[in-house]
């Protein structure tokens, strides 16, 4: 039976450091404030000098991923590209990832989930692998909020809050009777939540994308929050995707080495710890560095585990979930082998 193998991870994060004292020079926060209501210490944004698309992070990533699975652009049977923050409007940022990697017919597909993205995507990989449709799939996923946040006193609630980073998985087919690989995947989608986290202009809902007499500062053009909405259906959803997701694959919560939650605010996740009764130490936390980036935040978390011994052995059984904008929500265990 064909299992999906986790062969490499890579990462990137550009080079400027934006901490929460930093913040407080262009708007009324505090780092005490910042951390008391999320976790985060700090975030990297791309500058003026190094601007540029979230394929362009991506690539950095996929270039890590790529070498350390061993693998040439060229082996690449499949690219899978996560961004809620594009190059452009159109085309997709996984053609402009292929692009960048030299490639000129490798299939390439962009999915919109958001925070979620990772676990789409990995979804996705498994199914083109088990169907017999691809070998070796690149996952990424990039973000480059910073050029797109209200960065005044206006928009703090949600500034404060995202990251830019990229990250990527190399997954591959292995013919193997043993369970690992990626065991099962839970997903779900409500988009009666959609403006609970959503960014309204431009819009092509409209007749024009960008309404004539609206100024490019209106609050339309920034992402706004329903935080309260967004923390409750959080610690609600997320326990129950993880129950559904080890019933699927026929464990229970004791036989998890590791979480790996989406780093979207750390009471969240440590709230989702405390629901499911888990030792500190089984859930993994890097949002104090980065912030929240969104599709890229889970592959981010998983390569800095591997980096720190934390997973990565034969055996290691790792949980990912997570929820964000759409409302998506699901969760994947993995076992590595």
């Not at 985060?40 to 699975?69: F, N, P, V, Y």
């Amino acid at each position: 039976m064909k299992k999906s193998i986790i062969k490499g991870t890579g990462k990137f994060l550009p080079p400027h450091i934006v901490t929460n004292d930093d913040l407080k020079e262009i708007m009324d926060t505090s780092d005490e404030w910042i951390r008391q209501r999320t976790g985060i210490h700090q975030r990297h944004w791309i500058t003026e000098e190094d601007a540029c698309g979230s394929s362009d992070l991506g690539t950095e990533a996929a270039k890590m991923a790529l070498e350390a699975a061993g693998w040439a652009p060229e082996d690449l049977d499949f690219i899978i590209f996560a961004t809620l923050s594009p190059d452009i409007m159109f085309p997709g940022g996984g053609c402009l990832l292929a692009r960048n990697l030299g490639l000129n017919s490798t299939p390439a597909l962009d999915i919109r989930q958001q925070c979620t993205g990772f676990l789409y995507g990995m979804a996705t990989a498994d199914a083109y692998i088990k169907s017999g449709l691809a070998n070796k799939v690149l996952v990424v996923g990039a973000e480059v909020h910073s050029s797109g946040l209200d960065k005044s006193t206006r928009g703090r609630d949600v500034t404060v809050i995202f990251g830019d980073g990229a990250a990527a998985v190399c997954v591959e087919a292995s013919d193997t009777e043993e369970n690992v690989g990626l065991i099962a995947s839970a997903l779900h989608a409500d988009g009666n939540y959609a403006d609970s986290l959503m960014t309204e202009l431009p819009a092509s809902n409209l007749f024009k994308r960008m309404p004539e007499g609206v100024s490019l500062d209106d609050p339309r053009y920034f992402p706004v929050m329903d935080g309260p909405t967004i923390f409750k259906k959080a610690v609600r959803m997320l326990p129950q995707v993880t129950q559904e997701v080890l019933k699927k694959a026929g464990m229970d919560i004791g036989e998890i080495d590791l979480v790996i939650p989406h780093q979207a605010n750390k009471r969240i996740n440590q709230a989702f710890g405390q629901f499911l009764k888990l030792p500190e130490d089984k859930v993994f936390h890097n949002i104090q560095k980065y912030g929240n980036t969104t599709a890229a935040s889970i592959p981010l978390a998983l390569h800095e585990a591997i980096e720190e011994g934390r997973t990565g052995k034969p055996g290691d059984v790792v949980l990912f979930v997570g929820l964000g904008a759409g409302l998506t929500w699901g969760a994947s265990v993995y076992k590595f082998a």
